[in-house]
């Protein structure tokens, strides 16, 4: 038999956030800092389900046992098969997240209006 006795997933989250390279006022200083925190917030929480979603993995595949299996090949399919329906199931909440957060009249436009005006 082949047997996953634990399982740990390794996850580089990288953030790209924009900078403003010129000089500002301080009414639009203020602004900016405002719209900044709304983004960090709104990337931190697509890293937070991320992070749920690399420990939802590790668990789904932790202790997997498959008989008569001594080259592990229906092993690493049936983990393979395990994560990718973690990741589905992960993605479909990242999703709902940006179409909540980016729906007219949602958070995310009303850090750009706030900015802009």
Same mark, same amino acid.
């Given at each position: 038999?082949?047997?996953? #006795?634990?399982?740990? /997933?390794?996850m580089?989250?990288?953030y $790209?956030f924009? *900078?403003?390279?010129?000089? =500002?006022?301080?009414v639009?200083?203020?602004r900016?800092? #405002?719209?900044?925190? /709304?983004?960090r917030?709104?990337?931190? $929480?697509h890293? *937070?389900?991320?992070r749920q =979603?690399?420990?939802e993995?590790?668990?789904s595949?932790?202790g997997?046992?498959?008989a008569?299996?001594?080259?592990?090949?229906?092993?690493?399919?049936?983990?393979?098969?395990r994560i990718?329906?973690?990741?589905?199931?992960?993605e479909?909440?990242?999703?709902?997240?940006?179409v909540s957060?980016?729906?007219?009249?949602?958070?995310v436009e009303?850090?750009?209006?706030?900015?802009?005006?």
């Amino acid at each position: 038999s082949c047997r996953v #006795r634990q399982a740990s /997933g390794t996850m580089n989250l990288v953030y $790209t956030f924009p *900078r403003v390279v010129s000089p =500002m006022t301080p009414v639009l200083r203020q602004r900016w800092s #405002r719209f900044f925190a /709304g983004v960090r917030a709104h990337e931190e $929480t697509h890293g *937070r389900i991320a992070r749920q =979603m690399m420990r939802e993995a590790e668990r789904s595949v932790a202790g997997l046992e498959i008989a008569n299996d001594s080259s592990c090949n229906k092993a690493r399919s049936e983990a393979r098969r395990r994560i990718e329906a973690v990741y589905a199931q992960y993605e479909a909440k990242q999703n709902a997240f940006d179409v909540s957060e980016h729906r007219e009249g949602g958070h995310v436009e009303h850090l750009v209006m706030a900015l802009i005006k």
